[in-house]
Protein backbone atom coordinates (compact mmCIF):
# COMPACT_ATOMS: atom_id res chain seq x y z
CA UNK A 1 0.00 0.00 0.00
CA UNK A 2 2.51 2.15 0.65
CA UNK A 3 3.76 1.29 -2.61
CA UNK A 4 0.35 2.97 -4.23
CA UNK A 5 0.77 5.35 -2.02
CA UNK A 6 4.12 6.51 -3.16
CA UNK A 7 3.38 5.79 -6.97
CA UNK A 8 0.12 8.07 -6.26
CA UNK A 9 1.90 10.27 -4.57
CA UNK A 10 4.17 10.97 -7.47
CA UNK A 11 2.08 11.26 -9.91
CA UNK A 12 0.21 13.80 -7.46
CA UNK A 13 3.77 15.46 -7.69
CA UNK A 14 3.94 14.98 -11.91
CA UNK A 15 0.70 16.53 -12.47
CA UNK A 16 1.13 19.35 -10.21
CA UNK A 17 4.37 20.02 -12.06
CA UNK A 18 2.92 20.11 -15.08
CA UNK A 19 0.07 22.25 -14.31
CA UNK A 20 1.94 24.54 -13.29
CA UNK A 21 4.60 24.66 -15.70
CA UNK A 22 4.53 27.53 -18.14
CA UNK A 23 3.99 27.09 -21.77
CA UNK A 24 5.86 29.81 -23.52
CA UNK A 25 3.07 31.73 -25.41
CA UNK A 26 2.33 31.18 -28.91
CA UNK A 27 4.01 33.05 -30.97
CA UNK A 28 1.91 36.59 -32.49
CA UNK A 29 0.79 35.46 -35.91
CA UNK A 30 1.96 38.45 -37.81
CA UNK A 31 0.05 38.56 -41.03
CA UNK A 32 1.62 40.10 -44.16
CA UNK A 33 -0.66 42.35 -46.23
CA UNK A 34 -1.46 40.68 -49.43
CA UNK A 35 0.90 41.81 -52.46
CA UNK A 36 -0.56 44.31 -54.38
CA UNK A 37 -0.75 43.52 -58.14
CA UNK A 38 0.26 46.53 -60.00
CA UNK A 39 -1.29 45.83 -63.19
CA UNK A 40 -0.24 48.07 -66.38
CA UNK A 41 -2.42 50.28 -67.68
CA UNK A 42 -4.05 49.22 -70.73
CA UNK A 43 -3.11 51.24 -73.63
CA UNK A 44 -6.16 52.59 -75.04
CA UNK A 45 -7.41 51.18 -78.32
CA UNK A 46 -6.80 53.73 -81.41
CA UNK A 47 -9.13 55.97 -82.31
CA UNK A 48 -10.32 54.95 -85.89
CA UNK A 49 -12.34 58.54 -87.11
CA UNK A 50 -14.43 57.32 -89.68
CA UNK A 51 -15.02 60.01 -91.94
CA UNK A 52 -19.03 59.83 -93.11
CA UNK A 53 -20.21 61.46 -96.23
CA UNK A 54 -22.80 64.22 -94.65
CA UNK A 55 -26.20 63.43 -96.13
CA UNK A 56 -27.00 66.01 -99.24
CA UNK A 57 -28.93 69.03 -97.38
CA UNK A 58 -32.07 69.52 -98.36
CA UNK A 59 -33.88 72.67 -98.53
CA UNK A 60 -35.70 72.83 -95.92
CA UNK A 61 -37.96 75.63 -97.76
CA UNK A 62 -39.46 76.13 -100.65
CA UNK A 63 -37.44 76.30 -104.00
CA UNK A 64 -35.57 79.62 -104.70
CA UNK A 65 -37.20 81.56 -107.00
CA UNK A 66 -40.27 79.59 -107.28
CA UNK A 67 -43.40 81.05 -106.98
CA UNK A 68 -44.19 79.46 -103.91
CA UNK A 69 -40.99 80.86 -102.76
CA UNK A 70 -42.00 84.64 -103.89
CA UNK A 71 -45.29 84.06 -101.84
CA UNK A 72 -43.42 82.61 -98.46
CA UNK A 73 -40.83 84.69 -98.76
CA UNK A 74 -41.48 88.24 -100.44
CA UNK A 75 -45.16 88.66 -99.99
CA UNK A 76 -47.72 88.80 -102.71
CA UNK A 77 -50.06 91.62 -101.67
CA UNK A 78 -50.03 95.27 -100.03
CA UNK A 79 -53.06 96.91 -98.60
CA UNK A 80 -54.68 99.97 -98.43
CA UNK A 81 -57.06 102.12 -96.89
CA UNK A 82 -60.70 102.98 -97.37
CA UNK A 83 -60.84 104.69 -100.62
CA UNK A 84 -57.23 105.08 -100.78
CA UNK A 85 -54.53 104.43 -103.26
CA UNK A 86 -51.52 105.28 -101.08
CA UNK A 87 -48.91 103.14 -100.20
CA UNK A 88 -48.40 102.60 -96.02
CA UNK A 89 -44.92 101.91 -94.66
CA UNK A 90 -45.63 97.88 -94.30
CA UNK A 91 -46.61 97.87 -98.00
CA UNK A 92 -43.31 99.97 -98.88
CA UNK A 93 -41.69 97.34 -97.14
CA UNK A 94 -43.39 94.04 -98.92
CA UNK A 95 -42.66 95.96 -102.37
CA UNK A 96 -38.76 96.99 -101.07
CA UNK A 97 -38.60 92.77 -100.74
CA UNK A 98 -40.48 92.32 -104.31
CA UNK A 99 -38.31 94.04 -106.31
CA UNK A 100 -34.76 92.22 -104.54
CA UNK A 101 -36.48 89.20 -105.30
CA UNK A 102 -37.39 90.48 -108.84
CA UNK A 103 -33.72 91.86 -108.79
CA UNK A 104 -32.82 87.94 -108.25
CA UNK A 105 -34.67 86.49 -111.03
CA UNK A 106 -34.54 88.87 -113.97
CA UNK A 107 -36.43 86.26 -115.86
CA UNK A 108 -39.78 86.99 -114.43
CA UNK A 109 -42.66 88.86 -114.82
CA UNK A 110 -45.54 90.17 -113.05
CA UNK A 111 -49.23 90.80 -113.16
CA UNK A 112 -49.92 93.67 -110.53
CA UNK A 113 -53.88 93.87 -109.89
CA UNK A 114 -56.20 96.69 -107.77
CA UNK A 115 -58.54 95.42 -105.99
CA UNK A 116 -61.15 96.92 -103.76
CA UNK A 117 -63.97 96.46 -101.26
CA UNK A 118 -67.72 95.91 -102.20
CA UNK A 119 -68.62 99.31 -101.49
CA UNK A 120 -68.53 101.75 -104.25
CA UNK A 121 -69.99 101.21 -107.86
CA UNK A 122 -68.60 99.01 -110.04
CA UNK A 123 -67.03 102.38 -112.48
CA UNK A 124 -65.37 103.82 -109.06
CA UNK A 125 -64.03 100.32 -107.96
CA UNK A 126 -61.70 99.83 -111.06
CA UNK A 127 -60.80 103.08 -111.07
CA UNK A 128 -59.84 103.10 -108.30
CA UNK A 129 -58.04 99.67 -108.44
CA UNK A 130 -56.42 100.90 -111.17
CA UNK A 131 -54.75 103.70 -109.64
CA UNK A 132 -53.70 101.07 -106.98
CA UNK A 133 -51.80 98.75 -109.41
CA UNK A 134 -49.95 101.43 -110.86
CA UNK A 135 -49.18 102.97 -107.90
CA UNK A 136 -47.64 99.48 -106.91
CA UNK A 137 -45.81 99.06 -110.21
CA UNK A 138 -44.15 103.06 -110.32
CA UNK A 139 -43.16 102.06 -106.59
CA UNK A 140 -41.30 98.91 -108.23
CA UNK A 141 -39.81 100.59 -111.21
CA UNK A 142 -38.43 103.21 -108.75
CA UNK A 143 -36.86 100.22 -107.18
CA UNK A 144 -35.23 99.34 -110.23
CA UNK A 145 -37.66 96.58 -111.61
CA UNK A 146 -38.00 97.07 -115.87
CA UNK A 147 -41.40 98.39 -116.49
CA UNK A 148 -41.82 96.02 -119.44
CA UNK A 149 -42.13 93.07 -117.03
CA UNK A 150 -44.57 94.11 -115.10
CA UNK A 151 -48.23 94.55 -116.37
CA UNK A 152 -51.29 95.58 -114.15
CA UNK A 153 -54.63 95.00 -114.35
CA UNK A 154 -57.62 96.28 -111.91
CA UNK A 155 -60.46 93.95 -111.22
CA UNK A 156 -62.49 96.43 -108.66
CA UNK A 157 -64.35 94.79 -106.46
CA UNK A 158 -64.78 91.34 -109.09
CA UNK A 159 -62.42 89.14 -107.03
CA UNK A 160 -62.75 89.50 -102.83
CA UNK A 161 -60.11 87.14 -101.60
CA UNK A 162 -62.32 87.44 -97.97
CA UNK A 163 -65.89 86.73 -98.12
CA UNK A 164 -68.17 89.02 -95.47
CA UNK A 165 -69.46 92.71 -95.87
CA UNK A 166 -67.38 93.65 -92.54
CA UNK A 167 -64.36 95.71 -91.81
CA UNK A 168 -61.98 92.85 -91.95
CA UNK A 169 -63.24 91.59 -95.24
CA UNK A 170 -63.05 94.94 -96.22
CA UNK A 171 -59.53 95.51 -95.38
CA UNK A 172 -58.46 91.96 -96.97
CA UNK A 173 -60.08 93.03 -100.12
CA UNK A 174 -58.08 96.26 -100.67
CA UNK A 175 -55.26 95.56 -102.17
CA UNK A 176 -52.38 95.34 -105.11
CA UNK A 177 -51.60 91.67 -105.92
CA UNK A 178 -48.40 90.91 -107.27
CA UNK A 179 -48.76 87.84 -109.62
CA UNK A 180 -46.15 85.69 -110.86
CA UNK A 181 -47.24 85.13 -115.09
CA UNK A 182 -44.01 83.71 -116.34
CA UNK A 183 -40.17 82.87 -115.55
CA UNK A 184 -40.10 81.20 -112.18
CA UNK A 185 -38.21 78.04 -111.26
CA UNK A 186 -40.74 75.31 -111.10
Known sequence: MRRLMMTSGSLAL??????????PPPAPVVEEPEPVIVEPEPEPEPV?????????????????????DFQVNVGERVFFD???????EDARS?????????????????LVAGNC???????YNLALGERRANVVKDYLVDL?????????????????????SDESAWALN??????IVSGAAS
Open 82 to 88: LDQYVLT
Open 94 to 110: VLQRQAAWLGSYADVKI
Open 144 to 164: GVDPARIETVSYGKERPIAAG
Open 48 to 68: IEVIEEPEPVVPAGPLAGSLE
Open 117 to 123: DERGTRE
Open 174 to 179: RNGFTQ
Open 14 to 23: LFGVVACSTT
